[in-house]
């Protein structure tokens, strides 16, 4: 849009609004007021569409069209007509005119219109040969403005009783019927351009039209309905301003693809909602003439029975013509929410697997290439139907689905983009089998569950039995040989005390004292990082130890109850592994140990001021004590931000 346009729309608004609050303002009081109101609000809606079209496209003709005829409608039509009642009734200036103005503001709406049917959605012609029909409107528009404003015949819409610019000279009533039927031409030649279209277009453009199209048919319906009841039902002017407001918002909606897929709902439900209403009330009047015969008309059993009736009889009725409904207007929606119930019901029945439902996703959007992933709630991680971890970003440019259920995050779809299809279908198909993608993902968390329990199993069966080989080794190569040579070494010194050597005998016996130290001091190395003696005590004493051997200040907090040995064995080696880490490579100062129950969970925690930056990396001691908190079925978290220190924490299931 040219700098100098960007503002224009707003101010023809404003422009409007302000016409409409005056014409509002001069017709309060009259006859006529409730009218004004009425088409004010159709006046406001027209313009204020154009207003939003011409801002957002400014080279979609359409938006600048309602824009001016909206604006002509409020100033020629409703100003014009509330100062002409005015002046007529309190005697002030211009009168006539300005009711000459409002009996000739409906003629140009006409032509408006069939610029719009001709130009919608694109603001193009269909092609070059419908140029002509916007001629024929033109010419038939001005030969009906004529024909109509100079008739002697409008008399009685002038208060005077008389058309101030009316002439005998001109065939007035042959020049407004030529120009009516040129008029009422280039309309059915500008709604079957429509029709042409929708034979052409393409899936976006479809709905778009599918929107128009469903105001323009209310229209239809509502205006020549009004029009017979206008002056002996007056309701239907509500209903005549309201059709014809729907028109220039049904537009808006389509040009700017605002919801534009949401006019399938609105047909169909409009469709199944019209149906029901027709039947309940065929079925309210049946029954009200049976009770009636049978019981008395005048008995309160009567409104009751039928009321009862009607409401016994919606779910059902509503549920069959929903589906009759959507089996007729909405195939794709139908065949698939089918699909998905079939699918449900083999499941039901113990023939299928939950995780099938992804070949049901890709059967229903024809795309092969639909992928389910669930996400892990503890890990927060998305893995696919057998359990391996999937990456965050959809690749190839593939659009991703969040399901959800009861508002938690459930699991993510990923499937091609559907610029040809409703997108809604894949989120109600996705709702409708919402139950086994649910207990797909916990199908798929237990088998990862146990194959991490088997896995840490493994691991800390293969670890004991690398501990208990590098025992055997480190005895057989270390305290065995010792002990061995220390025997061999007291027989020696019983040899020289029988013989003729007993000075000897003294040294021989203070060397094997050595090799007995040497001895305890390889035993006591192997069996450093086994749970100490103090353990039989209980946790408190056994961390109370710990804080005494360590080289920093040590805070412990432990429970003096006993819990299961494993338990315990557990958390030792966790305050353990915390403490030597805090020590080694934190480069901490203080440490907080420890332990307590909480919600039938015994929770240990070891919190240092260190550098923080700790990661639990594969053969790490970190690792080992993550798999022997999974085999006592408990949890392991690491928290360790560079810079603030690290917290680790275990909380394993305990029994009172």
């Known amino acids: 849009m040219k700098r100098w346009l960007e503002p224009l729309p707003a101010a023809i608004l404003g422009l409007t609004l302000a016409a409409e609050a005056a014409a509002g303002a001069l017709s309060w009081g009259l006859e006529a007021r409730y009218d004004t109101l009425l088409y004010a609000l159709f006046s406001t809606a027209l313009v204020g569409a154009g207003a939003l079209i011409a801002s957002r ?28 009642l005015r002046a007529a009734a309190q005697g002030w200036p211009a009168g006539p005119a300005a009711e000459w103005v409002a009996t000739a503001s409906w003629v140009p709406s006409g032509f408006g219109w069939v610029l719009t049917f001709l130009l919608f959605p694109t603001g193009r012609l269909p092609g070059r040969q419908w140029a002509s029909v916007v001629w024929l409107g033109g010419a038939g528009f001005a030969t009906a403005l004529v024909g109509w404003t100079l008739s002697p015949e409008r008399a009685p819409d002038f208060a005077a009783g008389r058309n101030p610019l009316a002439t005998d000279a001109l065939p007035t009533a042959a020049l407004f ?114 009770l009636g015969i049978a019981v008395g008309r ?78 892990l709630p503890e890990s927060q991680c998305y893995v696919d139907a057998q359990g391996a971890p999937v990456s965050g970003a959809p690749p190839d440019g593939r659009a991703r689905l969040l399901v959800e259920r ?29 139950l086994a993608i649910e207990i797909a993902r916990l199908r798929v968390e237990l088998r990862r569950q146990l194959a991490e329990v088997r896995a840490s199993r493994s691991r800390i069966v293969e670890a004991g039995n690398a501990e208990r080989r590098r025992i055997e080794r480190d005895l057989h190569d270390g305290a065995q040989q010792r002990l061995i040579s220390i025997g061999l070494a007291l027989r020696h010194a019983q040899h020289q005390l029988t013989s003729a050597m007993p000075q000897q005998a003294g040294q021989t016996l203070d060397g094997a004292v050595a090799e007995i130290s040497v001895a305890i001091d390889e035993l006591r190395e192997l069996a450093h990082g086994l749970p100490p003696a103090q353990l039989d005590a209980g946790l408190a004493p056994a961390f109370r130890e710990l804080s005494r051997r360590a080289p920093l200040r040590v805070e412990v907090t432990a429970p003096e109850e006993r819990f299961d040995r494993d338990v315990e064995a557990a958390v030792y080696y966790i305050g ?57 079925g408990g949890t392991l978290r690491l928290q360790s931000a560079a810079g603030a220190g690290t917290t680790l924490t275990a909380e394993l299931p305990c029994v009172s």
Request: hydrophobic residues 55%; charged residues 15%; neutral net charge.
């Open 406 to 434: 009861a508002g938690q995050p459930l699991a993510e779809v990923l499937h091609a983009p559907l610029p040809g299809e409703d997108p809604s279908l894949l989120r109600r198909v996705v709702e409708a089998g919402g």
């Open 57 to 84: 496209q400014p080279g979609n003709a359409i938006g600048w069209i309602f824009s001016g005829f909206g604006l002509v409608n409020a100033l020629a039509g409703d100003l014009a007509q509330g100062w002409g």
């Open 177 to 290: 019927d030529v120009g009516l039927v040129l008029f009422t031409v280039a309309l059915l030649a500008s709604a079957a351009s429509l029709v042409l279209r929708a034979t052409r277009a393409d899936p976006v453009e479809r709905q778009q039209l599918k929107w128009f199209a469903s105001a323009a048919v209310l229209a239809v319906v509502v205006l020549p309905t009004s029009a017979a009841l206008w002056d002996t039902v007056p309701v239907v002017r509500v209903l005549a301003a309201l059709a014809l407001t729907a028109l220039p918002v049904a537009a808006c909606v389509a040009i700017l693809r605002y919801r534009l897929y949401d006019i399938d709902i609105v047909v169909v439900r409009t469709l199944v909602y019209a149906t029901l209403t027709v039947l309940l009330a065929a079925a309210y009047v049946a029954t009200t003439l049976l």
């Open 298 to 375: 005048g008995s309160a059993w009567v409104t009751a029975g039928a009321t009862l009736v009607v409401a016994v009889a919606f779910r059902p009725l509503r549920a069959r013509v929903q589906d009759a409904t959507d089996r007729r207007f909405s195939r794709a929606r139908y065949t698939a929410l089918h699909r998905m119930t079939d699918f449900l019901e083999t499941l039901r029945a113990g023939h299928a697997a939950p995780e099938e439902v992804q070949d049901v996703l890709r059967e229903v959007l024809a795309d092969p290439a639909v992928e389910l992933h669930f996400l």
């Open 576 to 632: 353990c592994e915390g403490l030597t880490n805090a020590i080694k490579h934190a480069g901490a100062t203080k440490v907080l140990l420890s332990a307590g129950r909480l919600n039938g969970s015994l929770v240990v925690s070891v919190v240092d001021d260190g550098v923080g930056g700790a990661v639990a990396r594969d053969g790490s001691g970190l690792h080992g004590l993550a798999d022997r908190v999974a085999a006592l």
